[in-house]
């Protein structure tokens, strides 16, 4: 699967799992989706596995987002 189709695929997982809409960012190295940490518990633990399919992940408290980038 190209970087592209995984990316989207991931942001659609990741999308359902937080109940937000997911940002996807083409950078040099790949693709970079970003996402609101969602307030509830459940939905934080709905969004780990579309994480685990990035090639890396995490989360920024400053701004609230969680994020994994896929790379090209």
Do not use: K, N
């Not at 709905?46 to 400053?62: E, I, K, T, V, Y």
């Amino acid at each position: 699967m190209r970087a592209v189709e995984r990316a989207h695929a991931i942001a659609a997982r990741l999308a359902t799992g937080v109940g937000t809409d997911v940002r996807l960012t083409r950078t040099p190295a790949g693709y970079l989706l970003t996402a609101p940490v969602p307030d509830d518990p459940g939905r934080q633990l709905a969004a780990l596995p579309a994480l685990g399919l990035a090639d890396r992940f995490g989360h920024s408290s400053r701004d609230g987002l969680v994020w994994c980038a896929v790379d090209a």
